[in-house]
T-cell receptor, first 117, second 115 residues
Framework: ETGVTQSPTHLIKTRGQQVTLRCSSQ?????VSWYQQALGQGPQFIFQ???????GRGNFPPRFSGLQFPNYSSELNVNALELDDSALYLC????????????????FGAGSRLTVL | AQSVSQHNHHVILSEAASLELGCNYS??????LFWYVQYPGQHLQLLLK??????LVKGIKGFEAEFIKSKFSFNLRKPSVQWSDTAEYFC?????????????FGKGTMLLVSP
């Protein structure tokens, strides 16, 4: 089975710019979650996509947005970049059944490291 | 919202030493608990998980963790560490919300094992 792949692996932007990060989920998974991992911190939940809709969001402003496509891949978009957006952005996929959303094991990608200057 | 506390940010051990990394969480209800590991230059990988049943769970590479409900703890242990265990370790708790579940992570513990 293929794992979770993310692109690009590294990128540098300047303040005020916009960025799009991409993620392909693991085969058989239908849910994608995005996390931000700042230096020296644990991953923080940004949002989750299931059936092409955002169904949960952490404490992040609306300039963080996303998409999920019919093949379950996903994008994370960040507008009006700020210096504090510099971080490793992690995508994680999992399988959720239609009838419940119980605890599930996340499979993580290697991340996209964003530097904002 | 839940919180996860990992007691040590950095741990340095010699090979063959025993390891215990502390993890405490805040939620008082039913919890699902995880330890993830991030080896240098690699992605986060699941080390072990607790959903229910035996509170002593065994994971990959000789790691184990014990869920103690009364102490809100899920400490990670290994009797004898190897140089290859050098990595960052994250404790996480599953949080159930309205319509979705997600993981809340601790800040991580960086383990350095000297040969």
């Amino acid at each position: 089975e293929t794992g979770v792949t993310q692109s690009p692996t590294h990128l540098i932007k300047t303040r005020g710019q916009q960025v799009t990060l991409r993620c392909s989920s693991q085969s058989g998974h239908n849910t994608v979650s995005w996390y931000q991992q700042a230096l020296g911190q644990g991953p923080q939940f940004i949002f989750q996509y299931y059936r092409e809709e955002e169904n949960g969001r952490g404490n992040f402003p609306p300039r963080f947005s996303g998409l999920q496509f019919p093949n379950y891949s996903s994008e994370l978009n960040v507008n009006a970049l700020e210096l504090d957006d510099s971080a490793l952005y992690l995508c994680a996929s999992s399988f959720r059944s239609r009838t419940s959303f119980g605890a599930n094991v996340l499979t993580f990608g290697a991340g996209s490291r964003l530097t904002v200057l | 919202a839940q919180s996860v506390s990992q007691h040590n940010h950095h741990v340095i051990l010699s090979e063959a030493a025993s390891l215990e990394l502390g993890c405490n969480y805040s939620y008082g209800g039913t919890v699902n608990l995880f330890w993830y590991v991030q080896y240098p230059g690699q992605h986060l990988q699941l080390l072990l998980k607790y959903f229910s049943g035996d509170p002593l769970v065994k994971g990959i590479k000789g790691f184990e963790a014990e869920f103690i409900k009364s102490k809100f703890s899920f400490n990670l242990r290994k009797p004898s560490v190897q140089w290859s265990d050098t990595a960052e370790y994250f404790c996480a708790v599953n949080e159930m919300n309205s319509g979705y579940s997600t993981l809340t992570f601790g800040k991580g513990t960086m383990l350095l094992v000297s040969p």
